[in-house]
């Protein structure tokens, strides 16, 4: 999903993305997401919930024609910002001529599914060089397509983002926010409630973005919690246990964690899920979906310490 109006120069409507994209022959891309939000008083929101600092790194993911990225530029010390469309990168660069705190990346946010682009992780890392004490925040109205490995992939970085606020489908949002036990909650809910405090700003209609998606969307506010984070004792082996388990999300959990310690022919195995459940303490029919994620950090702790014994 991509950007929407500026106070200071154009404002960016419906009617003017539509004399513009005609002017310069562009087609929508709605394999990309580009849905461009019009609503300027939610764009307003948008960047007020950001509460972007003078000192400030911005990541923005869909740059558009860069009305998003100019409100941003405004206020941030460092903006940079992707755009994978080449067509739409031109436009941001026209628009963005004049601001020379901002490096737009044009390309795909991501190398693979579970990576970021390295020449993206070079921008945000120099901009840090540069100034350590900067937070880095990420703030982009996010292509559907690409919200949850861009969300997952951050927080698998040695320096996470400081705070995100993003604009994402309502279903994603409802996942981002779920406590354990409701219909929504999934391993995404599990990767980012064990590292940061997450809220629904405001749910968003189809009417206010232009070319209207299928769904409502929302903004949402995310801030991390380096407590929560430290108790991580290794990230990434947390976020491949917590998917394993979640692709069996309604099996019980004692089955699932045998199987995934060496199935119940192993009798190592056997053992050490005995031993995991003593000492949590856990129901024997409990499963995934009534996981806390504070009890989650336990129980891949446990499932790691018992497993390596043998």
Not at 81 to 105: G, M, S, Y
Not at 273 to 294: C, H, Q, V
Request: proline residues 4%; hydrophobic residues 40%.
């Amino acid at each position: 999903m991509n950007d929407g109006g500026s106070k200071s120069a154009v404002r960016q409507t419906t009617g003017y993305l539509k004399e513009l994209f005609s002017q310069v022959g562009f087609q929508i891309d709605s394999r990309r997401g580009q849905n461009f939000l019009v609503d300027l008083n939610l764009l307003d929101l948008l960047e007020k919930t950001a509460a972007v600092l003078p000192t400030d790194i911005v990541l923005e993911v869909g740059a558009g024609t860069g009305a998003l990225t100019e409100r941003l530029a405004r206020t941030a010390r460092r903006v940079v910002t992707v755009e994978i469309d080449p067509r739409l990168a031109q436009l941001a660069r026209e628009r963005l001529i004049d601001h020379d705190n901002v490096v737009l990346v044009e390309g795909d946010v991501l190398a693979g599914k579970h990576v970021l682009a390295p020449c993206v992780v070079r921008e945000i890392e120099k901009a840090r060089c540069e100034q350590p004490e900067s937070r880095l925040l990420l703030v982009a109205n996010l292509p559907y397509c690409v919200a949850t490995p861009v969300i997952s992939n951050l927080l698998l970085q040695p320096k996470a983002f400081d705070a995100a606020t993003v604009t994402v489908q309502k279903e994603m949002a409802e996942r981002m926010t779920a406590s354990a036990g409701s219909s929504s909650y999934n391993a995404l809910s599990v990767w980012i409630g064990c590292q940061c405090e997450a809220e629904i700003v405001r749910v968003l209609p189809p009417s206010v973005f232009w070319p209207r998606p299928k769904i409502d969307s929302a903004i949402v506010r995310l801030d991390l919690s380096e407590v929560r984070r430290s108790s991580l004792a290794d990230s990434k082996r947390f976020h491949a246990f917590v998917r394993d388990v979640f692709c069996h999300r309604r099996k019980v959990l004692r089955g699932v964690l045998l199987r995934m310690a060496g199935g119940k022919q192993k009798q190592s195995a056997v053992r050490a899920i005995e031993e995991l459940y003593a000492t949590l303490n856990l129901p024997e029919k409990i499963r995934a979906e009534d996981i806390s994620p504070d009890l989650f950090i336990d129980l891949e702790n446990e499932f790691f310490s018992q497993t390596s014994k043998e």
